[in-house]
């Protein structure tokens, strides 16, 4: 049995909890408190983290962090990326400039981003359907960063499950890439 470490990222509001909640066959730990940030007309926030389990088909299992998203925190970032597999960017398409995000979070896990998998979801789409799919490719292809993008609903269980897939594909090709070039060696 493997446990792989997987972050979720993003601003606040994004859907951290919500995804970890939707997919997490424990009780997912949550260290949302009340909101004291009068820029967010959230009722409560995330200031540590979320965390969740979920366990594959072949007895693996998922660790699943949810990190505070804040900018404030991010000198967190880089302690809770050590061993993670891979990472999942939800970006908020109703925040002022989406696009603007998505760069804080390409830059502040960098080096997770280059050395492991990255996925991104989209949400809230169906009523802000701007920034479209087209502008974040473009912004992702001109960070050098190759990787999937999808619109998601993070309240669906499914939708979520399909961000892990994602993330777990690339896991397997870089695995499997690395094999190919220790028989080619
Ligand atoms: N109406 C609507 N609500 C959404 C959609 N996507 C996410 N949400 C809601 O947005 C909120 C996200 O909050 P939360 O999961 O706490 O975000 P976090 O700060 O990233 O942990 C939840 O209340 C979700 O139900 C969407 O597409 N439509
Ligand atoms: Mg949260």
């Known amino acids: 049995m493997t446990e792989y470490k997987i972050l979720l990222t993003g601003t606040t509001g994004a859907g951290k909890t919500t995804a970890i909640a939707a997919i997490s066959e424990t009780a997912p730990v949550r260290t949302d408190v009340k909101n004291n940030d009068a820029a967010f007309a959230k009722a409560t926030t995330t200031v540590g983290l979320d965390y969740g389990e979920l366990t594959l ?30 990472i999942v960017v939800l970006i908020d398409n109703s925040r002022p400039d989406p696009l603007a995000d998505l ?13 492991a998998a990255c996925v991104v979801g989209v949400g809230r789409m169906q009523t802000h359907p701007e920034p479209g799919l087209g502008a974040y490719a473009e912004a992702l292809h001109a960070a050098g960063v190759l990787c999937p993008l999808l619109p998601v609903d993070v309240r669906e269980q499914q939708e979520v499950l399909m961000l892990m897939d994602l993330l777990l594909t690339q ?13 080619a060696a």
């Open 57 to 86: 088909d072949n007895g693996d299992k998922l660790r699943l962090y949810g990190t505070p998203g804040q900018e404030r925190f991010s000198f967190m970032w880089p302690i809770l990326a050590q061993g993670a597999l891979g």
């Open 103 to 115: 760069a804080v979070y390409l830059k502040g896990f960098e080096g997770l981003i280059r050395d």
């Open 171 to 183: 896991f397997e090709s870089k695995s499997q890439t690395y094999d190919l070039e220790k028989a």
